[in-house]
């Protein structure tokens, strides 16, 4: 036995939380208001899983057991057809030194972490003089080759937003940050973290390079270390900053990851299914719990829940992704796979596990009876209608690849930030009552659409 | 030039944030009000040091950059006869190789630290299983030889309280549990971390060993680590946990280590000196902020702003100590060194930076006038009165081996065993606004002390 199977073999087999015979006595309504009160489900799963599988970085023998342990749960908690759908991949791993170290004028170290796709300093590091830029705006307006043989330090600064419409606003300085450092020549870059908190906890998360542009070592610093840096500009009167920067990521090449999926069989198994999607597999240095344990027990647990309240018309099928952090692999391995296999609508759930507070649909236009009805629903869970068009999120490609109805449950951004991609990503972070709260709103609106016998979004 | 050496002529020379001249227009009480939303001299310390010289471990070369700093920084902003009393002690570091990594039943990584004294694994570490005590008292109830091979895991349940009155309740887990367990045959012992936050942070700090009993490696998990390892005992059933730990501490022997020294001078030299003090060294694995960077910039700062109310009567003498976290190694040198030299009272900062809440003093039965006139004239800073009696903190050992007079400041405590002895020690978990208060009450308390005729714990 490989070290994989041995590990899988040491995995106890879980125990079901909650047997979901159905309940026909029971109303929709009276499910998701005992839901509420009384879920245990999503807990239990993201408590399992956080704890007995731990990080499970994207492609690698920890993602592995994280789909076993889910695909034993869901078929401890009587989901039907669960199955793992292998695909390959890219792989990319962090290592195991992350060091960086002020040489000059001020002495000190700071905590880093690499970014997904940061190459390696190799063990001995790099030492280079660090260049500072506020913005990515004022990184773009570098001279080409202006930083040959430098660090770039990116910083940027964002606030705690309930929408985290700040993400695409601070988000660059990591998402093309390096890769326009490298292109002008930069040795390497560190980012201040894009995230909102003040631990001494680096938010690590995908750094791009364009297509030609060499990856460079990238890697990002906590807050405080982050101000640290910048005081040190203020302070050092222009003498350089020199910084010793060692990374040691890897690029595994190919592996396999898988998409872990289960149903809830409907009455009528020619009509498209509703998909409820989430990812499993989560960043190295938190275990995954707001992202995506989190988001895994509210589907998993809504749909078990319908069926406790009877059996749905249209089959549920939960779409449990693979390595959607380092490129949304599985998200499109199942599109790509279930291409021809129509499904009548999906909805995600990958923002944490704080309250959701609006609902959006694309189908406000094309099916407003249906739309009213739903957002009718969740009012009395604090959840408004909103006339934004819902888009989606990672881990349903498929809905947009086949231009199905959307449904966004839009959770509460506001600490997001705080715990995204950090080691903070731990089980003590989620409020269980605003998790139930989440599996109140998602057994509504998921029963509903389970429940519908015609088309959520009409073709026109 | 040796390392330190050339790390000294890197630093830069502090520039004096404000200028001390006496205002004899100005009388003590409005010289406190004026700190209060003014101050920025106990601000530029502790951003100073944190930043231009960041983690200072006792016994170590940082620290003594810590002390050159310090002392450049007390000349430069007027204090007078600063001096540097070295003395040596015995060093312990904290090594390079920091791990915990559960293999079975539930393999996943672990953050730890080492706590101070730890003895090394070596860098293969020791693999062995886990024995779970809820509590030291668990501990202490275990069988001599019944830990003979394992690894002990010593839990607590610590609640953050204002006086800071719980460190003495949990710390126990951390000041003994190690030595304990060694006792009973443990080859290492992990603890809960003594700490009241939620972040992937150890809390180091002293482990004890008693006399006869062989120190073991011993570490830190934080608070999310901890709550995990103790779900896995739950979902294990029955089933042994494994850990490998990899912890590479180092004794280094003897080493130089020294207190800093300053003084406003008073106007009759033949008057004992009001000495106020605080400690230079922090855990590596901060920066020292809160503890206690935070302290010494409060201390220094009322010194020079009740010189900035006119030349005080009785000298006022700064002790920045070195060495505190380790075994208080500055307070005792500094007390045989100077016992023959009578102080008249002596005060500590060293509990973070958050507002002072009440005042206590060992003198409100001998001296009752003058514990009133001190209590009466804090109060518009909301600090009470009380009737416990003032024992003073660990950096005014001097001050009980000479039986003089002792007053406490006492800050709010309910934040400090967030940050206490962690990675996030850092600068921007000091509140500017109640820093400054502290400077105030502290300008009032000493200004008050610094001008009073009598003795003030007068002999019996």
Redesign the interface.
Known sequence: MNRLAL?LA???LPIPVAVSASNPDMTLEEGADRVLDHDKIAWDFV??I??????RQAGTE?EA?GREWASNWMRANGFDSVAIEPFEMETWVPGDTHKAEIL??????L?VQPLGGSASTGPEGITAEVVYFRTVDELRAAPDGSLKGKIAYISHSMTPTQDGSQYGFAGPARWVGSGIAASKGALATVIKSVGTD????PHTGGAGFPDGVAPTPAGALP???A??LE??FE???G?PITMKLTLTPKQLGTTMSGNVVGEIAGRDPSLPPVLVACHIDSWWN??GAFDDGAGCGIVAAAALHVRHTGKPLRTIRVLMAGAEETGLWGSKAYSAAHIADPIAVGLESDFGADRIWQFQSNFREANPDLHAKIASSVARFGVSNSTMVANGGADINIARDQKTAIIDLQQDGTRYFDLHH???D????IDPVQLRQNVAVWTQVVGILANEPGEILPKE
């Not at 000059?104 to 170290?109: E, V």
């Open positions: 590990a040491a995995l106890s408590e399992g956080t704890t007995e599988v731990g990080p920890a057991r000059s004028p001020f002495a000190q170290p905590v003040n631990h001494r906890n807050l405080p270390d101000a640290n005081r040190m302070r050092a009167g003498k938190g275990t950090t080691p903070d731990t089980l003590d972070k």
